[in-house]
């Protein structure tokens, strides 16, 4: 059983239910969704290749893959945005990326 991740305090992700609390609101995750974050989530701070998280979610690094895990991406940011820049997902060109978590937001 996998235990709920608190990413921020005002996210919490429970990757067993596919639920991301933010601020208090629960949106429930797609699996891939949820594996995705889940991945960002145990890594926090630290890059996710994209490659390691294809060969982990989708079983494998192909173009359709990767188009796919961009769509994903995408989706994510849109789920984060209520957090105003607390917790974002950067692109580290070329590598992957990696979730950032601040105290403060954006400046």
């Given at each position: 059983?996998?235990?709920?991740?608190?990413?921020?305090?005002?996210?919490?992700?429970?990757?067993?239910r596919?639920?991301v609390?933010?601020?208090?609101?629960?949106?429930?995750?797609?699996?891939?969704?949820?594996?995705?974050?889940?991945?960002?989530?145990?890594?926090?701070?630290?890059?996710?290749?994209?490659?390691?998280?294809?060969?982990?979610?989708?079983?494998?690094?192909?173009?359709?893959?990767?188009?796919?895990?961009?769509?994903?991406?995408?989706?994510?940011?849109?789920?984060?945005?209520?957090?105003?820049g607390?917790?974002?997902?950067?692109?580290?060109?070329?590598?992957?990326?990696?979730?950032?978590?601040?105290?403060?937001?954006?400046?």
């Amino acid at each position: 059983m996998k235990e709920p991740i608190t990413v921020h305090p005002n996210m919490v992700l429970n990757p067993e239910r596919q639920l991301v609390t933010i601020n208090g609101n629960e949106i429930r995750l797609t699996t891939k969704e949820a594996e995705l974050l889940e991945l960002l989530s145990e890594n926090k701070g630290n890059l996710v290749d994209r490659k390691i998280a294809l060969e982990r979610i989708w079983d494998k690094d192909t173009y359709y893959a990767a188009r796919s895990m961009d769509v994903y991406i995408t989706k994510l940011r849109k789920i984060l945005r209520p957090l105003n820049g607390i917790v974002e997902i950067k692109n580290v060109h070329g590598k992957g990326y990696r979730l950032i978590v601040s105290d403060t937001g954006r400046s």
